[in-house]
């Protein structure tokens, strides 16, 4: 136990009492112990690097160069993705990858290069190994993307997992996006990124490092191209960046770098280049397709975290439908639980769940609940004892069962790295299911402790299946959310096969997005912590999780009624829109803020409601080819330099542009505008881009406006779809797709597309459905005909 475990334990004691101080205390100690019993010092070490290049061996979609102490493999594959590996690495087993990998490229060839080296050319890319094993990879033009430095490794002299680190350099001009939720912003500065999902030592917010979410995905833009780069290793380690400088006159550039240091795991890596929209879709395939929430998982949540039972939901619930505020889901804490005990019911509080969930159904509300890895370890409980017969949890190198200070008091933890215990798990959302519950919300499952926020729960010693491999928490912690939450998704698919399971989850890795949503966790309540939570879900977007969302208001309530209101009207254009109340949590209601807010929140989520069928053709759209739906303003522009510093504002989709206001005071707000004709969605005043324009944001709305040429599918007043078309400048013309879902289900709906162009001094729209093309089958609304400037 060190000064920062003490620390942390006395916060424990004087916030939550001496009891769940002393089990802080005793969790930290055991912690300790079970490590400086399981792991071996790594003592003295022995660097080591590739060497001179020996020889190389073509094999499929290029080939392997041996070097004096390592080995290369390289392969590019049909879609122009690049693998390569050292020391005779391949791309599994992978937690990231969805199957076995995509094929190699039959027509890549391997080489003689200069100076001695070797490369593989491709159709699509040309990847260069030096002598002495640094690794280019370059545009067909010869253009490189990206260098990487031969590799080091530290191999601890009497045996174990080799720590080792990477260099590599960019072009100057370039910029450095992802590595999931990061609260810092979603173009990265310069500085060191830890890779270790951690539990924030209290709500996060701009400042500092913690994240919930981390994954080694970076996505670089410069003007050479885009490319994301991922190295799969699920170890700890740093990720230190430093963006290029350009020379002026005479001077030369200096070219951007990446530092990333691993504590152990293989040294191989996926990188793809392209436009942005060709690099997600490659990492799509990859990775796996997005989750498809049902229908009402895009609409309105809220989370009661208060007391008062099921009364107390009735009333929430009431209250929103007294005051005209949509509602679609109500989230459920633990304080629904009996003891915060995983699937159980308090049944004081709750005694008739089910038929409250049956009743809230029928109002059109769901009902879904919390659900942490921790379960009690508390003989009579059945999940422990169904889990001990078993030998389902994680234990440490003694053999010995981890115990961990945890939200129900004393618990121990699923070894979700095993097949056998997911599936166990799965089934234990049978209970969940039976109680009326429509979807799950994972929390703490980075694991960490309850008891002391930010402290880790499972010591780095504690022994994982790995499937089969075997293996300690070094090497599982990070994958552990993502594990956690394929149980679930496999085990509700397995329940109700005919339904789309809703799972999001605080936690996770690379590929987490094959099985949940994310969110970004407890977020301070703060202006910075608006932009913070932006920040995350555009950051998680580039890093193919498309479905993320952060709280709206934070977790305690305390921001002033022009923050909350401020926080909704961003809430309502992102894809998981959850907001948060109750008595612990310190939050208020809408309705509690007085008439000017409560007015402006029901805008915004009257908004929300009538573009819910945008929302879904962009659901369906990022499961098919991994767009983002929440994009930076560079999307479609990432050669414009002055785009990607623009962090206050992004795209939805293709067709709008949504510039929340991120600090306080109503009145104009700048807005950057890229390339085209842009409409005010509510003036319909043009605007020409690429430019920089003042818009009135008064309290009662953000900027939103409409790319012209665009056409949204949205809900119209008899709750039926309309088209919403923005008129395109004279003699262009501009388009759109709707994807009409059924709600929930597997039924792979039609992608059904629409042009619109001028005819006769006006714009026509024409629809190429199912049935071929013709008259659209719904009303169209065309909006944005006065031109520029003009007020229609």
């Known amino acids: 136990m060190d000064g920062r475990d003490l620390v942390r334990s006395v916060k424990a004691v004087g916030s939550a009492g001496a009891a769940r101080g002393v089990r802080t205390l005793r969790a930290a100690w055991r912690r300790r112990r079970a490590d400086a019993a399981g792991l071996a010092p790594r003592g003295a070490e022995r660097a080591r690097v590739p060497g001179q290049v020996r020889g190389a061996e073509p094999g499929p979609g290029g080939g392997t160069v041996r070097f004096a102490r390592s080995e ?77 430095l031969p590799p080091r490794w530290w191999e601890p002299a009497g045996g174990g997992p080799a720590r080792w680190m990477q260099r590599s350099q960019v072009a100057a001009d370039a910029r450095f996006f992802g590595l999931g939720a990061r609260a810092s912003g979603s173009r990265l500065r310069d500085g060191t990124y830890r890779l270790w999902n951690t539990g924030a030592g209290r709500a996060a917010g701009p400042g500092g490092d913690q994240c919930h979410l981390t994954m080694p995905v970076q996505l670089v833009v410069a003007d050479a191209g885009t490319h994301l780069v991922f190295h799969d290793s699920s170890w700890d380690g740093t990720l230190t960046l430093r963006e290029g400088r350009e020379g002026a006159g005479s001077g030369h550039d200096r070219a951007g770098s990446c530092e990333l240091r691993m504590d152990g795991g293989p040294l191989r890596c996926w990188v793809m280049a392209g436009t942005p929209a060709r690099v997600l879709t490659a990492w799509s395939a990859l990775t796996g397709p997005a989750a498809l929430p049902p229908v009402w998982a895009l609409g309105h949540h809220h989370l009661w975290s208060g007391s008062g039972g099921e009364e107390e939901v009735r009333r929430i619930v009431a209250g929103h439908q007294e005051h005209r505020l949509p509602l679609d889901a109500v989230h459920l804490g633990a304080g629904h639980q009996d003891g915060c005990r995983a699937f159980t019911v308090d049944q004081e509080g709750f005694p008739k769940l089910p038929v409250l969930a049956d009743e809230l159904r ?16 508390a003989p009579g409980h059945a999940v422990y004892d169904g889990g001990t017969a078993g030998d389902v949890f994680v234990r440490e190198a003694s053999g010995r069962l981890v115990r961990g200070a945890a939200r129900p008091g004393e618990a121990v933890f699923p070894d979700f790295t095993d097949a056998g215990v997911r599936a166990w798990w799965g089934g234990l959302y049978a209970e969940r299911l039976a109680q009326g519950f429509s979807g799950f919300w994972h929390d703490l499952d980075e694991p960490t402790s309850f008891a002391a926020f930010g402290e880790p729960t499972l010591p780095r010693s504690a022994r994982h299946s790995l499937e089969g491999r075997g293996g300690d928490h070094r090497e599982a912690h990070n994958v552990y959310a993502l594990c956690m939450a394929g149980a679930a998704h496999e085990g509700l698919r397995a329940l109700l096969p005919q339904e789309r399971p809703f799972v999001f989850s605080r936690s996770g890795w690379a590929g987490v997005q094959r099985y949940a949503a994310a969110w970004s966790g407890d977020v301070t309540a703060g202006w910075p912590a608006l932009r913070a939570s932006l920040s995350s879900v555009v950051g998680l977007g580039l890093c193919g999780v498309p479905f993320a969302g952060a709280d709206v208001g934070g977790p305690d309530g305390t921001g002033s009624p ?40 029901r805008g915004a989520l009257l908004e929300r409601r009538r573009l819910l069928p945008y929302f879904v053709t962009l659901a369906h759209l990022a499961r098919r080819t991994g767009a983002p739906m929440v994009r930076p303003l560079w999307w479609g522009a990432p050669e414009d330099r002055v785009l990607r510093e623009c962090e206050d504002a992004f795209l939805l989709g293709d067709c709008l542009l949504v510039a929340p206001v991120l600090a306080p005071g109503a009145g104009p707000r700048a807005v950057r505008l890229p390339r085209g004709r842009w409409y005010d969605t509510v003036t319909e005043r043009a605007y020409e881009g690429p430019a920089r324009v003042l818009i009135d944001a008064p309290l009662s709305r953000i900027p939103v406006l409409a790319r012209a040429g665009a056409v949204l599918p949205v809900r119209g007043a008899d709750g039926g779809l309309e088209l919403e078309v923005w008129a395109p400048a004279r003699g262009r013309t501009g388009g759109g797709v709707v994807v009409r879902d059924a709600g929930d289900g597997w039924d792979e709906p039609v992608v059904e597309r629409c ?10 729209v024409e629809w190429e459905g199912e049935d071929g093309a013709g008259a659209p089958p719904c009303p169209v609304r065309v909006r944005g005909c006065g031109g520029p400037g003009a007020q229609t």
């Open 362 to 377: 029928r109002n059109g509300v769901r009902l879904v609940s919390v659900v942490d890895p921790a379960v009690c370890a």
């Open 562 to 601: 022009e923050l909350y209101l401020r926080w909704w009207q961003l809430g309502a254009y992102l894809p998981l829109f959850r907001t948060r109340a109750g008595a612990r949590a310190g939050c208020r209601e809408p309705w509690e803020f007085g008439p000017e807010v409560l007015q402006a929140v």
């Open 72 to 148: 290369l493999r390289i392969a590019v594959a049909v879609n122009g993705a690049v693998f390569w590996a050292w020391d005779g690495a391949g791309p599994g087993p992978s937690y990231a990858l969805a199957g076995p990998g995509p094929e190699p490229d039959p027509r890549a060839v391997l080489e003689p290069d200069k100076d001695g080296g070797w490369r593989v050319v491709a159709e699509r890319v040309t990847v260069a190994v030096s002598r002495h094993g640094a690794v280019e990879v370059c545009t067909p033009g010869g253009v490189t993307l990206r260098r990487d």
């Open 755 to 764: 042009a619109v162009h001028w005819r006769e001094g006006r714009p026509v």
